[in-house]
C-alpha cells in the first residue's frame, strides 16, 4: 500500500557451505569471471563433475546451484517461505533498491498488488492501442538493405514503447537516450567484480545511472502529481491509501526503476534471440511470414494476435534457448533439506532455470531451435509444470509476461509485413549469457525489403 516500508532486512548468518564440491577457483574472483564470460559452461561443467547439487563462488559469496525441475518447483513455489528474494539478489541492492523483485512474502504481496493495476485487462487495452499506433513507425525507420547492429536499435526501440505506456513520454522525448544509457549502466554494474564506486569502473557508471534516473522521475513525479494524466506513473504518484497517504517519492523511483528496466531490457533480448533464430531458420521465417500476411490489413487486435499461432511457438523457443534470467537466485531463512543434503540459514541458492530448459530429460535434442516441440501433439513443456519457467514462477513470476508476449507479436508483424531478416555472413552468433542475455557484437542483420 501507499506508504509502506521496503522488505526488512533482518541479519542472516554467513553459511558454511565447505562440504560441498566446486571447480577450481581464481584468486580474489572466485568463479565471478567464469560466470561473465561463460555461465552456462561454468554450470554445465560443474554438474557433469558433481551432479545436481554443488557449490561455485559469484562476487565474493559462496552459492548453491541446484539443478532439474523439481528443484525450480521447490524454491520457487516457496510454501513454506524458506526463501528470501530480496537478500539473494544481492547484487542489485545498490542499483535496484526497493523493486518488486527485491521485496518479499507479505511486503511483496501487497506492493505486488498495487503493480498489477499496470497491467489488468483495460490498461492493457490502452498499451495495446499506444503500441500498435506507434510500432509501424519505428519498425519503418530501421535501416534496409544494409547490416546493421540489430541489439541497440531494439533496446532503443522497446524503451521508447516503455516510457510511452508506463510513463506517457512521447516516442521522441529527448530524455529516452540518456535513460537507455542510464539502464545499460546500471544493469553492466550488477556483476562488476568491484562492487564499489571506484572512479571509472562499471559500478561507478552504474551508481550515476542511477543518480541520473532518481533525478529524472523525482522531476516527473512533481509534474505528475499536479496534473492529470491516464499513465501508470501519473495514476501511481496520484495514488493514495484509505487515509489519503501518497507512495512516498523513494517508493515510486524505486518501483519506475525497476519497471522500465524489466519492461525493455528483457523484451529487447527475447526480440534478438527471435530476430536470430528467424535469420537463422529461414524455413520458420516463412511460417511466420504466411501467418503474418494472413493476418486483417488494419493493426491487429488482441484476436488477431491471438491467431499467431506459430509467432508463439517460435516465441516460446527462443525463450528456452535464451531465457531472460536463466538463474534465480534466492537465500535460505531457515535450515532446509533437498535432494538428501542439509543447508544451513543463509545459504544462498540458485534455481537453475536456463540449464533446465536445456535438459535432455526433458525436451527432445534440446540445443536445436525446434518451436514445434510447443504443439499440442508434442507438448514437451508439459513434461513438468516447471520445465519451461523463463517467466520465473510462484510468486514471483514475471508480471509483465502477457505486456511482452503482446509487445513481441505487434513488432513480428509490423517487421514481417515489410522485410526478410538475414544474416550477414560471418561467425556463428554467440551470447553473453549474464547479467541480461545480449548478443556479442550487436546481432548484424540484414532486412531486406519484401517484393
Same mark, same amino acid.
Given at each position: 500500500?501507499?506508504?509502506?516500508?521496503?522488505?526488512?532486512?533482518?541479519?542472516?548468518?554467513?553459511?558454511?557451505?565447505?562440504?560441498?564440491?566446486?571447480?577450481?577457483?581464481?584468486?580474489?574472483?572466485?568463479?565471478?569471471?567464469?560466470?561473465?564470460?561463460?555461465?552456462?559452461?561454468?554450470?554445465?561443467?560443474?554438474?557433469?563433475?558433481?551432479?545436481?547439487?554443488?557449490?561455485?563462488?559469484?562476487?565474493?559469496?559462496?552459492?548453491?546451484?541446484?539443478?532439474?525441475?523439481?528443484?525450480?518447483?521447490?524454491?520457487?513455489?516457496?510454501?513454506?517461505?524458506?526463501?528470501?528474494?530480496?537478500?539473494?539478489?544481492?547484487?542489485?541492492?545498490?542499483?535496484?533498491?526497493?523493486?518488486?523483485?527485491?521485496?518479499?512474502?507479505?511486503?511483496?504481496?501487497?506492493? =505486488?498488488?498495487?503493480?498489477?493495476?499496470?497491467?489488468?485487462?483495460?490498461?492493457?487495452?490502452?498499451?495495446?492501442?499506444?503500441?500498435?499506433?506507434?510500432?509501424? &513507425?519505428?519498425?519503418?525507420?530501421?535501416?534496409?538493405?544494409?547490416?546493421?547492429?540489430?541489439?541497440?536499435?531494439?533496446?532503443?526501440?522497446?524503451?521508447?514503447?516503455?516510457?510511452?505506456?508506463?510513463?506517457?513520454?512521447?516516442?521522441?522525448?529527448?530524455?529516452?537516450?540518456?535513460?537507455?544509457?542510464?539502464?545499460?549502466?546500471?544493469?553492466?554494474?550488477?556483476?562488476?567484480?568491484?562492487?564499489?564506486?571506484?572512479?571509472?569502473?562499471?559500478?561507478?557508471?552504474?551508481?550515476?545511472?542511477?543518480?541520473?534516473?532518481?533525478?529524472?522521475?523525482?522531476?516527473?513525479?512533481?509534474?505528475?502529481?499536479?496534473?492529470?494524466?491516464?499513465?501508470?506513473?501519473?495514476?501511481?504518484?496520484?495514488?493514495?491509501?484509505?487515509?489519503?497517504?501518497?507512495?512516498?517519492?523513494?517508493?515510486?523511483?524505486?518501483?519506475?526503476?525497476?519497471?522500465?528496466?524489466?519492461?525493455?531490457?528483457?523484451?529487447?533480448?527475447?526480440?534478438?534471440?527471435?530476430?536470430?533464430?528467424?535469420?537463422?531458420?529461414?524455413?520458420?521465417?516463412? =511460417?511466420?511470414?504466411?501467418?503474418?500476411? &494472413?493476418?486483417?490489413?488494419?493493426?491487429?487486435?488482441?484476436?488477431?494476435?491471438?491467431?499467431?499461432?506459430?509467432?508463439?511457438?517460435?516465441?516460446?523457443?527462443?525463450?528456452?534457448?535464451? $531465457?531472460?534470467?536463466?538463474?534465480? $537466485?534466492?537465500?535460505?531463512? =531457515?535450515?532446509?533439506?533437498?535432494?538428501?543434503?542439509?543447508?544451513?540459514?543463509?545459504?544462498?541458492?540458485?534455481?537453475?532455470?536456463?540449464?533446465?530448459?536445456?535438459?535432455?530429460?526433458?525436451?527432445?535434442?534440446?540445443?536445436?531451435?525446434?518451436?514445434?516441440?510447443?504443439?499440442?501433439?508434442?507438448?514437451?513443456?508439459?513434461?513438468?509444470?516447471?520445465?519451461?519457467?523463463?517467466?520465473?514462477?510462484?510468486?514471483?513470476?514475471?508480471?509483465?509476461?502477457?505486456?511482452?508476449?503482446?509487445?513481441?507479436?505487434?513488432?513480428?508483424?509490423?517487421?514481417?509485413?515489410?522485410?526478410?531478416?538475414?544474416?550477414?555472413?560471418?561467425?556463428?552468433?554467440?551470447?553473453?549469457?549474464? $547479467?541480461?542475455? =545480449?548478443?556479442?557484437?550487436?546481432? $548484424?542483420?540484414?532486412?531486406?525489403?519484401?517484393?
Amino acid at each position: 500500500m501507499p506508504g509502506s516500508s521496503a522488505t526488512p532486512s533482518p541479519a542472516l548468518p554467513k553459511a558454511d557451505l565447505s562440504y560441498l564440491p566446486h571447480l577450481p577457483v581464481t584468486p580474489f574472483f572466485g568463479h565471478t569471471l567464469d560466470v561473465v564470460r561463460d555461465s552456462y559452461g561454468l554450470h554445465r561443467r560443474s554438474k557433469e563433475a558433481f551432479g545436481p547439487i554443488y557449490r561455485f563462488k559469484l562476487l565474493g559469496v559462496w552459492r548453491v546451484a541446484l539443478h532439474g525441475p523439481d528443484a525450480l518447483e521447490f524454491i520457487l513455489t516457496d510454501r513454506d517461505c524458506l526463501f528470501s528474494s530480496h537478500h539473494g539478489w544481492d547484487a542489485l541492492h545498490r542499483l535496484f533498491p526497493g523493486g518488486l523483485m527485491l521485496r518479499d512474502f507479505d511486503d511483496h504481496r501487497r506492493h =505486488r498488488r498495487i503493480m498489477q493495476g499496470a497491467f489488468r485487462a483495460g490498461a492493457m487495452a490502452h498499451y495495446h492501442q499506444r503500441i500498435a499506433g506507434e510500432m509501424d &513507425a519505428l519498425v519503418a525507420n530501421m535501416p534496409l538493405g544494409r547490416a546493421f547492429a540489430f541489439y541497440p536499435a531494439i533496446k532503443e526501440l522497446t524503451l521508447r514503447i516503455g516510457a510511452a505506456v508506463f510513463m506517457g513520454l512521447p516516442l521522441d522525448d529527448p530524455r529516452t537516450g540518456q535513460l537507455n544509457r542510464a539502464f545499460i549502466a546500471e544493469v553492466m554494474a550488477a556483476l562488476s567484480p568491484i562492487r564499489r564506486p571506484v572512479p571509472f569502473t562499471p559500478m561507478a557508471r552504474g551508481v550515476a545511472g542511477r543518480l541520473f534516473l532518481t533525478r529524472t522521475f523525482r522531476d516527473l513525479i512533481k509534474e505528475r502529481r499536479s496534473r492529470e494524466g491516464n499513465d501508470f506513473f501519473s495514476q501511481m504518484c496520484r495514488a493514495t491509501d484509505e487515509d489519503g497517504t501518497h507512495w512516498t517519492d523513494e517508493e515510486i523511483v524505486d518501483h519506475f526503476n525497476f519497471l522500465l528496466m524489466a519492461a525493455h531490457d528483457t523484451t529487447a533480448s527475447a526480440l534478438a534471440a527471435l530476430v536470430w533464430a528467424l535469420g537463422a531458420h529461414s524455413e520458420w521465417q516463412d =511460417r511466420l511470414v504466411a501467418e503474418v500476411d &494472413a493476418l486483417p490489413d488494419e493493426q491487429p487486435d488482441q484476436a488477431a494476435l491471438d491467431t499467431m499461432v506459430m509467432t508463439d511457438r517460435a516465441f516460446r523457443e527462443v525463450l528456452r534457448l535464451v $531465457p531472460p534470467v536463466p538463474f534465480i $537466485p534466492r537465500r535460505a531463512m =531457515r535450515d532446509f533439506t533437498w535432494g538428501g543434503v542439509d543447508f544451513p540459514k543463509g545459504s544462498f541458492v540458485t534455481a537453475m532455470a536456463g540449464a533446465t530448459m536445456l535438459s535432455s530429460k526433458l525436451y527432445t535434442d534440446p540445443l536445436r531451435f525446434d518451436p514445434d516441440r510447443f504443439s499440442p501433439n508434442r507438448a514437451e513443456d508439459r513434461r513438468h509444470r516447471f520445465a519451461w519457467t523463463p517467466f520465473g514462477g510462484g510468486a514471483h513470476k514475471c508480471i509483465g509476461l502477457h505486456f511482452s508476449t503482446m509487445q513481441v507479436k505487434l513488432f513480428t508483424a509490423s517487421l514481417l509485413r515489410r522485410v526478410r531478416i538475414g544474416l550477414p555472413e560471418g561467425p556463428e552468433v554467440e551470447w553473453q549469457r549474464m $547479467p541480461i542475455p =545480449r548478443p556479442k557484437g550487436g546481432l $548484424p542483420v540484414v532486412l531486406s525489403p519484401r517484393l
